[in-house]
């Protein structure tokens, strides 16, 4: 049966919005020159291709946005959401030392103090000393955000939100959860309106400009809250600048667009998945099957690069990495010609014979390109099933694929 094509505002259809979420789900390294943003498989980055380690040792320095923490939450969904938050820092702590953390919101589940501090005891173990956060809706319940702000808001405007530099970026922390609109949307408020512009006015065109916030600025999903009423205000005042990050959490998964010299982002959180626009009654914390919730968890990683104003921005899961699994094309034959693998595994094809050969699955949903001698493919299985595929050349050599 055909699926209806329902555009949101920014005429992206939901078949469109659920391959986009399966494309950065395999997690991809972002660099941005220019307003232009070029991609690198994240598995590149962890098996040390020459682009990716390129990119990734010319930055000046960097920081990591974790996000939707939730702590006090204890339903199926995650019955150990302090456990999910330690493996996040210790994957932070693996990695090089970041300059700073920046937390997107709902650090907490129901603002209680108990989870405030629970929330600080893990952030202790972090391997930076400079964290900076946002409210998230769940962060100010019942008080007004009187026990958010005496705890994180210290030297901040109105409800908490604040600018500062560091080594030639500036950074903007907005507040989008205390007066929400119909359906939850988010909202600015004109007194922080105000303050952006004010804040902004003074900046360079050529300052990098990163923008944290917990609900996205821009219409991700409006029927689910999921965006800011008037955050094309704030959009507005940025479009002068050269390069603009615009971070998020609030939806727990990643999704992604670059438009002008803007790049928007949203981040996985480190306490439950929810599911994508559309594809559910309603949003709130989903359930995956066992084993596979830190698949879906993770933390986000981003580079500067001093003098270019480049942004490189890395998703990872809290997941080990992905497996790899190779297949040798010899004697104009696959080996293995069967193969299982997990679901989230990379599949790495590499032509020995002398001849050239191209891979393409027969639904087409894979297709290299032409393989010369010694040349190799490689693809991310997010889905499980059943893959048949064969050398368009040589049609009679085919391949099993069987991803569960």
């Given at each position: 049966?055909?699926?209806?094509?329902?555009?949101?505002?920014?005429?992206?259809?939901?078949?469109?919005?659920?391959k986009c979420m399966a494309w950065a789900g395999t997690g991809l390294?972002?660099?941005?020159?220019?307003?232009v943003l070029k991609s690198i498989p994240l598995m590149d980055a962890l098996t040390g291709q020459p682009d990716a380690v390129k990119a990734m040792k010319a930055a000046s320095f960097s920081f990591v946005q974790i996000s939707d923490s939730h702590i006090g939450f204890s339903k199926d969904a995650n019955m150990d959401v302090i456990g999910t938050l330690r493996q996040a820092i210790d994957s932070i702590n693996r990695a090089a030392k970041p300059d700073l953390l920046l937390h997107t919101g709902d650090l907490s589940h129901l603002s209680k103090p108990e989870e405030f501090d629970a929330l600080d005891q893990v952030l202790k173990s972090v391997n930076t000393s400079q964290r900076f956060f946002v409210p998230g809706e769940h962060d100010v319940l019942g008080d007004d955000g009187a026990a958010y702000l005496a705890r994180y808001g210290k030297g901040s405007k109105g409800h908490g939100w604040y600018s500062f530099d560091h080594r030639g970026v500036h950074f903007?922390?907005?507040?989008?959860?205390?007066?929400?609109?119909?359906?939850?949307?988010?909202?600015?408020?004109?007194?922080?309106?105000?303050?952006l512009a004010d804040d902004l006015k003074g900046l360079r065109a050529s300052t990098p400009v990163v923008v944290f916030a917990h609900i996205p600025l821009w219409s991700v999903y409006p029927e689910w809250g999921w965006g800011t009423d008037d955050g094309a205000r704030a959009l507005s005042m940025l479009?002068?600048?050269?390069?603009?990050?615009?971070?998020?959490?609030?939806?727990?998964?990643?999704?992604?667009?670059?438009?002008?010299?803007?790049?928007?982002?949203?981040?996985?959180s480190t306490a439950f998945?929810?599911?994508?626009?559309?594809s559910a009654p309603s949003p709130g914390p989903m359930k995956v099957p066992a084993g596979q919730l830190a698949s879906v968890l993770g933390v986000t990683h981003v580079d500067y690069v001093q003098g270019n104003g480049s942004l490189a921005i890395v998703d990872s899961t809290l997941a080990a990495a992905p497996a790899q699994s190779k297949i040798a094309i010899e004697n104009f034959a696959f080996m293995p010609p069967t193969l299982g693998v997990a679901q989230g595994s990379t599949v790495t094809w590499t032509n020995r014979d002398e001849e050239p050969h191209l891979i393409a699955e027969k639904t087409g949903r894979f297709k290299s390109k032409p393989l010369d001698t010694?040349?190799?493919?490689?693809?991310?299985f997010l889905e499980a099933g059943t893959f048949d595929y064969f050398c368009t050349m040589h049609p009679k050599m085919q391949g099993k694929l069987v991803v569960g």
């Open positions: 049966m055909m699926e209806n094509s329902i555009l949101d505002p920014d005429g992206i259809d939901r078949r469109g919005f659920l390294l972002y660099t941005l020159h220019g307003g903007v922390g907005l507040v989008n959860v205390m007066n929400l609109k119909a359906g939850g949307l988010g909202n600015l408020g004109e007194d922080q309106v105000a303050w479009q002068r600048f050269g390069s603009v990050t615009v971070l998020n959490g609030h939806i727990h998964q990643i999704v992604q667009k670059v438009e002008g010299n803007i790049t928007f982002h949203t981040a996985r998945p929810q599911p994508a626009p559309g010694g040349d190799s493919f490689s693809h991310v």
